[in-house]
């Protein structure tokens, strides 16, 4: 049972100060590491950002657009065990090489009941990966959809309402079928700004 994981648990200083369930863990809103991997590629002239579809049996923020790949790491692992979570949720086989680390990130999403304070090992992906490559955990992930962004920074920070976003769904038999769709700012995972401003201006800079 994943709620019975054991997690390194921090002081908001990033001290270790024990190990803690997952369930306790977001019971009790101890700070945890967490691996997010941030997809993007620069198509002509603009940069584009990739986001899972967040299936409609997780518990947590069903059908959500959130962070290309993200998971847990668990208290017998480092950040680089991280990268599973791509092979595991869409099927990808990437090297820690690859990628471009922006460091260890904070971010704080509370629900009712659930209090998640992350310390966040972030990176990024920018080479292309063809829809193809993707072969999704679909129990977790029901799609993948693009913004170009912009549009994505434009929508987040209030300056427009609604942007297209476009990629791929799963359908029940596994098939993937080419999707594009309107969204609000209330269709993602609500991050904090000072986590999404950070990406953001790390995908400027690449």
Not at 186 to 200: A, G, K, L, Q, R
Request: with cysteine; proline share 1%.
């Amino acid at each position: 049972m994943m709620e019975n994981e054991l997690l390194k648990v921090f002081d908001q200083q990033g001290n270790w100060i024990g190990i803690e369930t997952r369930s306790e863990v977001h019971k009790a809103g101890h700070w945890h590491e967490t691996f997010h991997c941030w997809l993007t590629e620069r198509i002509g002239n603009k940069d584009y950002l990739f986001f899972q579809v967040r299936s409609s049996v997780k518990n947590d923020y069903p059908n959500l657009l959130d962070i290309t790949a993200a998971g847990h790491i668990l208290a017998n692992e480092s950040h680089v065990d991280g990268l599973r979570e791509v092979k595991e949720e869409l099927g990808i086989d990437l090297a820690l090489e690859d990628l471009h680390s922006l460091g260890i990130i904070k971010d704080s999403l509370n629900s009712p009941g659930f209090i998640d304070n992350e310390l966040c090992h972030v990176f990024l992906y920018d080479q292309h990966q063809s829809f193809d490559n993707y072969s999704l955990q679909t129990e977790e992930v029901s799609g993948i959809m693009m913004a170009e962004l912009t549009d994505f920074e434009n929508l987040w920070f209030g300056k427009v309402q609604k942007v297209i976003v476009e990629g791929f769904l799963v359908s029940g038999d596994n098939e993937k079928k080419l999707h594009s769709m309107i969204v609000t700012k209330n269709d993602f995972v609500p991050h904090e700004n000072t986590y999404i401003e950070s990406v953001i201006e790390a995908i400027k800079k690449l």
